[in-house]
């Protein structure tokens, strides 16, 4: 059998002690995440996030670290490796339309996320990681990713 993981990028962006969080229904069902996405066929991992979070929230995200590289395995067997970025947004562009998966835009502070009632609706158990390992201070240079053409 061959391993296919998929490629995937997430944002952590901090701002007044809150945290960027799209709303996305996943079978029907309200589900929370970082602004993250798959890198596509010929984009870098970092144009990846960009572009992400872009079309998620209408916000200009600007890269400055890397916060982990994860591997996480579905319940339904698939594996996902999660590049997270931390940076910060300017630029929000209020007419934009966003990606038709996301229903809504919030910022959460940590304490909101952590409650047991949000649990259920995080789309994976990274979502709470990268902002653990963020306010752990976790920071990589964004140069640790290498395009080799």
């Given at each position: 059998m061959v391993w296919t993981p998929r490629l995937t990028v997430a944002?952590?962006?901090?701002?007044?002690n809150q945290f960027l969080i799209v709303e996305e229904a996943i079978n029907g069902i309200a589900t929370?995440?970082?602004?993250?996405?798959?890198v596509e066929d010929g984009e870098s991992i970092t144009d990846a996030v960009i572009r992400e979070v872009m079309e998620e929230t209408a916000w200009q995200f600007?890269?400055?670290s890397i916060i982990g590289i994860y591997r996480w395995v579905h319940e339904n067997g698939d594996t996902y490796i999660r590049v997270a970025f931390s940076?910060?947004?300017?630029?929000?562009n209020?007419?934009?339309?966003l990606d038709p998966d996301i229903d809504a835009v919030h910022w959460f502070?940590?304490?909101?996320?952590?409650?047991?009632?949000?649990?259920?609706?995080?789309r994976s158990p990274l979502v709470l990681k990268c902002i653990r390992d963020y306010?752990?201070?976790?920071?990589?240079?964004?140069?640790?990713l290498q395009d080799v053409i």
């Open positions: 944002a952590v962006v901090e701002r007044n929370l995440n970082q602004p993250a996405g798959h600007n890269p400055q940076g910060q947004v300017d630029n929000h209020t007419n934009a339309i502070g940590t304490d909101e996320l952590r409650q047991p009632s949000f649990q259920p609706r995080l306010q752990a201070g976790c920071r990589y240079p964004l140069e640790i």
